[in-house]
């Protein structure tokens, strides 16, 4: 069975970086049927995919047109990992961030991690 | 962004049958797969119908996704009090190569 397990700091100060980690059991961030992805969540912006990592003989990132300048998203195949990294953060990124994999057998986002709520606030 | 437009609310009696609608675009939903989720307060969201109308094993088949143009809708069938949850729809964009989210629909049961 597939699970994410997230962590990181739950606040973060205004022009700062945002960092989370994303680690994976029951598959492996090299899998050639997965792209694993971080989603955001808040009242003002909705649901927000922001971006994602996969491996097809080499790796390859996208990334939301909103975030593209400020987001990184880096696999870690020695923990089975993945983390975000959003710079220069606002309050406006205050969210509750979900690492999620998309699955190319049921063309879906099918697992989700448990969501961290990150704060943005001097 | 929120791209997709669902009704912000829905509700009806236990065992009646409730559908929500999501409207998109040719770049969306008319030229790809719907999803759609289940989230229950303060949890994830919970895949429930992939590819436009296909049930993940374990949703019950109370749960159906249709896709017609550029709209799609879930129906719930002889509703629940497990069913209260808010209920988005997802595609994948052409033009703006991003998933886009619907705005999300609060389900009642009365």
């Known amino acids: 069975q597939v699970h994410l397990q997230q962590s990181g700091p739950g606040l973060v100060k205004p022009s700062q970086t945002l960092s989370l980690t994303c680690a994976i059991s029951?598959?492996?961030?090299?899998?050639?049927?997965?792209?694993w992805n971080w989603i955001r969540q808040s009242p003002s912006r909705g649901l927000e995919w922001l971006g994602r990592?996969?491996?097809?003989?080499?790796?390859?990132?996208n990334y939301a047109v909103s975030v593209k300048s400020r987001i990184n998203i880096n696999p870690d195949t020695s923990k089975n990992q993945f983390s975000l990294q959003l710079t220069s953060v606002t309050p406006e990124d205050t969210a509750v961030y979900y690492c999620?994999?998309?699955?190319?057998?049921?063309?879906?986002?099918?697992?989700w991690g448990q969501g961290t709520l990150v704060t943005v606030s001097s | 962004q929120s791209v997709l437009t669902q009704p912000p609310s829905a509700s009806g009696t236990p065992g009646q049958r409730v559908t929500i609608s999501c409207s998109g675009s040719s770049s969306n939903i008319g030229n790809n797969y719907v999803f759609w989720y289940q989230q229950l307060p303060g949890t994830a969201p919970k895949l429930l119908i992939y590819?436009?109308?296909q049930r993940p094993s374990g949703v019950p088949d109370r749960f159906s996704g249709s896709k017609s143009g550029t709209s799609a809708s879930l129906a719930i069938s002889g509703l629940r009090s497990e069913d209260e949850a808010d209920y988005y729809c997802?595609?994948?964009?052409?033009?703006?190569?991003?998933?886009?989210f619907g705005t999300g629909t609060k389900v009642t049961v009365l």
């Open positions: 999620v994999r998309y699955s190319y057998g049921s063309d879906a986002f099918d697992h």
């Open positions: 029951g598959d492996s961030v090299s899998s050639s049927s997965a792209a």
């Open positions: 997802t595609a994948w964009d052409d033009s703006l190569s991003d998933y886009v």
């Open positions: 590819r436009s109308n």
């Open positions: 990592t996969y491996y097809r003989s080499k790796w390859y990132n």
